[in-house]
């Protein structure tokens, strides 16, 4: 039985022309990393006029997951279980450390 073939949908340039990027040389790969893991505050802008002011910081040891990475490991469990699975195949000798189960 002969596979389908699939035809990718045409590209739909949805981007305004007021967003021109051709004299950029090129974006910056983590530009806000470091001030982002130090903390960052949120400014919600209420209808009444009035603003409220969440403060975020990501705990020692907490890691980002890339979205694509995010929709196999959607949990910690999920990432720690994951995790775990690929230190049992790592050769003794070279573990750093093992973490109790």
């Known amino acids: 039985m002969k596979k389908a073939k699939t035809i990718a949908p045409p590209k739909v ?3 305004r022309e007021e967003y021109d990027f051709t004299d950029m040389k090129g974006g910056v790969r983590g ?3 470091e001030a982002y893991r130090a903390g960052h505050k949120v400014i919600i802008h209420k209808e ?11 705990e020692d040891g907490a890691v980002m997951l890339e979205p694509d990475v995010r929709k196999y490991f959607p949990t910690s469990d999920a990432v720690n279980k994951a995790l775990r699975s690929l230190i049992e195949i790592i050769p003794a000798k070279k573990r750093v450390s093992s973490h109790p189960k």
């Open 13 to 15: 340039n949805d981007m």
């Open 31 to 33: 530009k806000y990393y």
């Open 48 to 58: 009444d006029g009035t603003d409220s002011v969440q403060y975020f910081k990501l």
